[in-house]
């Protein structure tokens, strides 16, 4: 199984809304990322967690909020978003942050904020 | 034909014919470097990497060069196919800026650039 799988696949949320984005693997993975892509922009990082901790927060709003519940799992909290937000957002893994292998995206999440 | 992948460039090939899609990196410490085909609406689909100890790997149908000297990297597509019409993405693993030395390390992808393949 070579699959990251992300839910909702489509999402629209008002400016007041509290929703989450979910992001599984059963590759064995220790790390985790999540990226955010506009339209014909390459993606963005924005967070990366290595063994289930926090390794890398690229200066991120904190309307954002990642979190990691356990090695399979990464889940991005949203709230109080701005309509700038809406966008593609990611989530890769990889065996680990130091190794060179590479890293697997799954479809992602297509945010529309109101 | 060839492109030069800064402001997602289109590169526009006949079917059967190759095509090389040109990526400038930024970092000389990098080490590792990916290219990455997406299509629209989807995410990322690994295609090829190259370690820089090494200055050329082939795949299927796929060839990446690696030019440390002048930071450059190259995919190459042979006889392409409407099926490889997708945005293309260089990608280098560094330590994004005020995590250097620290060992954590991700993908930095390249402005991308898109290959329109022409029955």
């Known amino acids: 199984d070579t699959e990251v799988t992300q839910t909702p696949k489509h999402l629209v949320m008002g400016m007041t809304n509290k929703k989450s984005l979910k992001c599984e693997q059963h590759m064995g993975h220790r790390a985790m990322y999540w990226y955010k892509q506009k339209a014909k922009k390459p993606p963005e990082l924005m967070f990366v967690?290595?063994?289930?901790?926090?390794?890398i927060n690229e200066s991120v709003p904190s309307r954002f909020s990642p979190e990691c519940p356990n090695s399979s799992l990464l889940n991005l909290h949203l709230h109080a978003l701005q309509p700038e937000d809406s966008a593609l957002y990611l989530c890769a893994s990889s065996q680990e942050t130091a190794m060179n292998t590479e890293a697997f995206f799954g479809q992602g999440t297509r945010l529309t904020v109101v | 034909g060839e492109s030069v992948g800064l402001h997602l460039p289109t590169l526009s090939v006949q079917e059967g014919d190759n095509s090389i899609i040109n990526c400038a990196y930024s970092?000389?410490?990098?080490?590792?470097f990916i290219w990455y085909k997406q299509e629209s609406g989807k995410g990322p689909q690994f295609i090829i990497d190259i370690r820089s100890n090494m200055d050329k790997r082939q795949g299927q149908r796929v060839t990446v060069l690696l030019n440390k000297t002048v930071k450059h990297l190259s995919l190459q597509i042979a006889a392409t196919q409407p099926g490889d019409s997708a945005v293309y993405f260089c990608?280098?693993?560094?330590?994004?800026?005020?995590?250097?030395?620290?060992?954590?390390?991700?993908?930095?992808f390249g402005s991308g650039t898109r290959l329109q393949v022409q029955p």
């Open positions: 970092n000389s410490a990098s080490d590792y």
């Open positions: 967690y290595s063994y289930e901790k926090l390794s």
């Open positions: 990608a280098e693993k560094i330590s994004p800026p005020g995590w250097q030395g620290t060992g954590r390390r991700a993908l930095t």
